[in-house]
């Protein structure tokens, strides 16, 4: 392993970045109108194979998934480590890995095929070679809280600013975090999320100006960002504003299928240290039958990235036109109107169309089960006073179908055809408004939490007790109960009515109704 002999926690002021990267758009080279692990395994296909390998189908044109999806979906199925795609020097697997981290102005990338959960578990075991304890924005992504049971790592949890009328967490401000690193000598790294599922972009510069005058790196889960970069609309990503290391969730709204994922690292002052533990923790993480189909989605959306800078302009302007019509109609509102409100937020992702629902007098839960079942418009995600749509980059939907399915909602004096009351009435609850839980305290680890002993008890009776599992309101699958973290009441009530919402979910429960949890024995 590369190690620096300088002193971890005292980089030389030499080998921080003096200033952004160029964002990724501005640099591509010709290479990167190509796809060529996409290429390799089209044109591998396109050959009379006998296949006696897996995958089972064999590329059967009578088989049932064949039969079901087409004949080109299992003809493009293969396994690793072919001659010609992925074996051998200089492969197109290779070319395309290059090709990722130039488009995103890494010193290297990974093509990951478990999402970006799996990045962020990554992220989370290589820490314990920097530190013992991770100063971790409180409103990561579980998978966030699972690489901490992975990794054995304390944490110390920075609270994110939360908008009490909309119950929901933004970020953290360079301030919180430095705040944290000076009570946490022994700190590994500094972990935070930025875009939020609303969209709302922190200030990775200052954050990671901060970190890195600490003496540690800054990891960002970028997992709603993949895009960032690419358009002059679009803000910069994570590496050009200093991160060291950013997970890339390329699924989301780059393009790429669903589970397919990047983790990006930068050259910067931890890069040496970083690269070797990274590739360890990828390989042990990783499937070793990875999909090809999953890895080439992932060449073809970076092509598309880089490439497409009209037509992701064309989805901003998509977006744009969505909100203007919202605002201009009055009766609902655009929650990232009200972004300037919070010193944490610096910015906001312009494909990301968060409306109050709530202004317009149905809750979002009942506003996103009626698109999905009345109108047939599926949007990303619902609270009791949102719902979030989301525009891919690249793609140009029928907003004016949305706009006009949104406003024929029913308000809160309509019934429905049953006589049932719509609005916010509907799954209503004593409390009015659901609003986020505030944490317990700390007792254990999450890894230590996790692998104790364990009873099952019914809701109502954990309250005091020390969760040993994690408990997320899904999506955004932001936790609201950790390993190690006591149980409250205000938490059991929380998760009880989003579980009782339309589309409601909260995983990691033992059952549908959180009626019982696991707590430490």
Same mark, same amino acid.
């Given at each position: 392993?590369?190690?620096?002999?300088?002193?971890?926690?005292?980089?030389?002021?030499?080998?921080?970045?003096?200033?952004?990267?160029?964002?990724?758009?501005?640099?591509?080279?010709?290479?990167?109108?190509?796809?060529?692990?996409?290429?390799?395994?089209?044109?591998?296909?396109?050959?009379?194979?006998?296949?006696?390998?897996?995958?089972?189908?064999?590329?059967?044109?009578?088989?049932?998934?064949?039969?079901?999806?087409?004949?080109?979906?299992?003809?493009?199925?293969?396994?690793?480590?072919?001659?010609?795609?992925?074996?051998?020097?200089?492969?197109?697997?290779?070319?395309?890995?290059?090709?990722?981290?130039?488009?995103?102005?890494? %010193? =290297?990338?990974?093509?990951?095929?478990?999402?970006?959960?799996?990045?962020?578990?990554?992220?989370?075991?290589?820490?314990?070679?920097?530190?013992?304890?991770?100063?971790?924005?409180?409103?990561?992504?579980?998978?966030?809280?699972?690489?901490?049971?992975?990794?054995?790592?304390?944490?110390?949890?920075?609270?994110?600013?939360?908008?009490?009328?909309?119950?929901?967490?933004?970020?953290?401000?360079?301030?919180?975090?430095?705040?944290?690193?000076?009570?946490?000598?022994? *700190?590994?790294?500094?972990?935070?999320? #930025?875009?939020?599922?609303?969209?709302?972009?922190?200030?990775?510069?200052?954050?990671?100006?901060?970190?890195?005058?600490?003496?540690?790196?800054?990891?960002?889960?970028?997992?709603?960002? #993949?895009?960032?970069?690419?358009?002059?609309?679009?803000?910069?990503?994570?590496?050009?504003?200093?991160?060291?290391?950013?997970?890339?969730?390329?699924?989301?709204?780059?393009?790429?299928?669903?589970?397919?994922?990047?983790?990006?690292?930068?050259?910067?002052?931890?890069?040496?240290?970083?690269?070797?533990?990274?590739?360890?923790?990828?390989?042990?993480?990783?499937?070793?039958?990875?999909?090809?189909?999953?890895?080439?989605?992932?060449?073809?959306?970076?092509?598309?990235?880089?490439?497409?800078?009209?037509?992701?302009?064309?989805?901003?302007?998509?977006?744009?036109?969505?909100?203007?019509?919202?605002?201009?109609?009055?009766?609902?509102?655009?929650?990232?109107?009200?972004?300037? *409100?919070?010193?944490?937020?610096?910015?906001?992702?312009?494909?990301?169309?968060?409306?109050?629902?709530?202004?317009?007098?149905?809750?979002?839960?009942?506003? %996103?089960?009626?698109?999905?079942?009345?109108?047939?418009?599926?949007?990303?995600?619902?609270?009791?006073?949102?719902?979030?749509?989301?525009?891919?980059?690249?793609?140009?939907?029928?907003?004016?179908?949305?706009?006009?399915?949104?406003?024929?909602?029913?308000?809160?004096?309509?019934?429905?055809?049953?006589?049932?009351?719509?609005?916010?009435?509907?799954?209503?609850?004593?409390?009015?408004?659901? =609003?986020?839980?505030?944490?317990?305290?700390?007792?254990?680890?999450?890894?230590?939490?996790?692998?104790?002993?364990?009873?099952?008890?019914?809701?109502?009776?954990?309250?005091?007790?020390?969760?040993?599992?994690?408990?997320?309101?899904?999506?955004?699958?932001?936790?609201?109960?950790?390993?190690?973290?006591?149980?409250?009441?205000?938490?059991?009530?929380?998760?009880?009515?989003?579980?009782?919402?339309?589309?409601?979910?909260?995983?990691?429960?033992?059952?549908?109704?959180?009626?019982?949890?696991?707590?430490?024995?």
């Amino acid at each position: 392993m590369n190690t620096r002999t300088t002193d971890r926690r005292s980089p030389s002021p030499a080998l921080l970045p003096a200033a952004p990267a160029p964002a990724p758009a501005s640099r591509p080279g010709v290479g990167q109108l190509g796809a060529p692990y996409a290429e390799a395994v089209l044109g591998h296909a396109g050959r009379d194979w006998l296949r006696l390998n897996v995958p089972g189908h064999a590329a059967d044109p009578g088989s049932g998934l064949a039969g079901f999806f087409g004949s080109r979906i299992t003809a493009l199925d293969f396994p690793p480590l072919l001659d010609g795609i992925d074996l051998g020097p200089d492969t197109p697997l290779d070319r395309a890995l290059a090709l990722a981290a130039e488009a995103w102005g890494a %010193r =290297r990338t990974w093509f990951l095929t478990n999402g970006a959960s799996q990045g962020n578990q990554i992220a989370s075991m290589v820490a314990p070679a920097l530190g013992r304890t991770l100063v971790v924005q409180r409103s990561v992504h579980s998978s966030v809280i699972d690489g901490l049971v992975l990794s054995g790592l304390d944490a110390v949890f920075v609270q994110p600013s939360v908008d009490a009328q909309q119950g929901i967490a933004h970020g953290v401000t360079a301030a919180d975090v430095a705040a944290a690193l000076e009570r946490t000598p022994d *700190a590994a790294a500094v972990y935070i999320v #930025s875009p939020s599922y609303f969209g709302a972009v922190a200030d990775v510069r200052a954050i990671a100006d901060t970190a890195h005058a600490a003496g540690v790196p800054l990891i960002v889960d970028e997992a709603w960002g #993949s895009h960032f970069g690419f358009h002059p609309g679009l803000p910069a990503n994570a590496l050009s504003s200093g991160a060291d290391l950013a997970t890339s969730s390329t699924h989301k709204l780059a393009g790429s299928l669903t589970q397919s994922a990047m983790l990006h690292l930068a050259e910067g002052p931890f890069a040496d240290l970083l690269e070797p533990l990274v590739d360890r923790a990828f390989r042990l993480v990783q499937s070793t039958s990875a999909s090809a189909l999953l890895t080439a989605s992932l060449d073809l959306a970076r092509r598309s990235l880089v490439t497409g800078t009209d037509t992701t302009g064309s989805s901003v302007e998509a977006a744009d036109r969505v909100r203007a019509a919202v605002r201009a109609l009055g009766r609902f509102g655009v929650v990232s109107d009200g972004f300037h *409100a919070f010193p944490d937020i610096v910015g906001a992702d312009p494909l990301r169309i968060a409306i109050d629902t709530r202004a317009g007098g149905i809750t979002g839960h009942e506003a %996103r089960r009626r698109l999905f079942r009345d109108h047939q418009i599926m949007v990303e995600v619902a609270t009791d006073a949102a719902i979030v749509a989301v525009i891919g980059a690249g793609s140009v939907p029928d907003t004016d179908r949305f706009v006009e399915a949104l406003h024929t909602l029913p308000s809160p004096l309509t019934t429905d055809a049953a006589g049932t009351g719509t609005g916010t009435g509907a799954h209503a609850h004593a409390g009015g408004m659901l =609003r986020l839980p505030t944490p317990g305290a700390t007792k254990l680890t999450a890894r230590e939490a996790f692998l104790s002993p364990a009873v099952v008890l019914a809701a109502e009776e954990a309250v005091g007790r020390i969760s040993a599992d994690t408990l997320a309101a899904y999506p955004p699958g932001i936790p609201n109960v950790l390993p190690g973290e006591v149980v409250t009441a205000e938490a059991v009530r929380f998760l009880q009515e989003t579980a009782a919402a339309p589309n409601g979910h909260v995983r990691g429960a033992l059952d549908l109704g959180v009626t019982r949890l696991r707590v430490v024995a």
